[in-house]
């Protein structure tokens, strides 16, 4: 998280440093500035970030990527991902919190949420550290979650399709259960695809074995922002 926090917030800086330096933004108001340095700073960070979303296109990254505002409304919808992201990644140290854009890419890896080879029952492990993330999600109640399950290469393509729809849906199911809209959740099985370690050993297996969530601002927490950078 704090690699790609930095590296957002160096696209930022440049770009409030170019158009400070211009004498025409200095007759700007503040909401123009802002428009501006988002729209800069959206373009360069987008580019670098549309660059790496090639591989894993129609996962979590792909789903943070598109849903994009930008301007000051983005800004606005920036800070409080922001928040969000710093109180998953204390609730949950084990996660992998990625700050992307406007959105969160949460991966809830062995560390987090495990599952057996073959199983899409959470693991007593899995439930408390979902535990954990029911409170943050109640607190910020106008995004929309995909939940994306994965599983290691182990039996057929079919199979592991099958499985990963399931490994998402047990996640959505208990996060509802425990008092959590179910409107706000879309589930996702992604099979085998982009593992992110090798296959060829029980450690690496099992950390393909994850649930990854792609956390984007709802059309209430959109309309909210622009009307605040309307002030």
């Not at 988002?38 to 789903?63: D, E, M, R, V, Y």
């Not at 990527?65 to 928040?83: E, H, L, P, R, S």
């Not at 495990?114 to 199983?119: A, S, V």
């Amino acid at each position: 998280m704090k690699r790609i926090s930095i590296l957002a917030l160096a696209f930022v800086t440049l770009s409030a440093s170019l158009l400070t330096s211009c004498e025409a933004a200095k007759n700007t108001n503040n909401a123009q500035r802002g428009a501006a340095i988002g729209a800069i700073g959206g373009a360069i960070a987008g580019g670098i970030i549309g660059n790496n979303a090639g591989k894993g296109g129609k996962g979590a990254l792909g789903a943070v990527i598109g849903g994009v505002v930008g301007g000051v409304a983005g800004g606005v919808i920036g800070n409080k991902m922001d928040k969000q992201a710093r109180e998953i990644d204390n609730a949950i140290p084990g996660a992998e919190v990625e700050r992307v854009g406007e959105g969160i890419k949460l991966t809830l890896n062995e560390n987090a949420v495990r599952f057996d080879t073959g199983k899409s029952t959470l693991t007593a492990t899995a439930t408390a550290n979902l535990d954990k993330l029911v409170k943050v999600f109640n607190d910020y109640p106008d995004t929309n979650i995909v939940i994306y399950g994965y599983t290691d290469s182990t039996g057929s393509l079919q199979i592991n399709q099958t499985l990963s729809e399931q490994r998402a849906a047990s996640v959505k199911n208990y996060l509802s259960g425990k008092g959590i809209s179910a409107a706000r959740f879309t589930t996702t099985g992604m099979g085998p695809a982009d593992p992110i370690a090798t296959n060829e050993t029980p450690e690496g297996r099992s950390q393909n074995r994850r649930v990854e969530f792609a956390i984007t601002a709802n059309q209430k927490m959109i309309q909210d922002a622009e009307q605040e950078a309307k002030k």
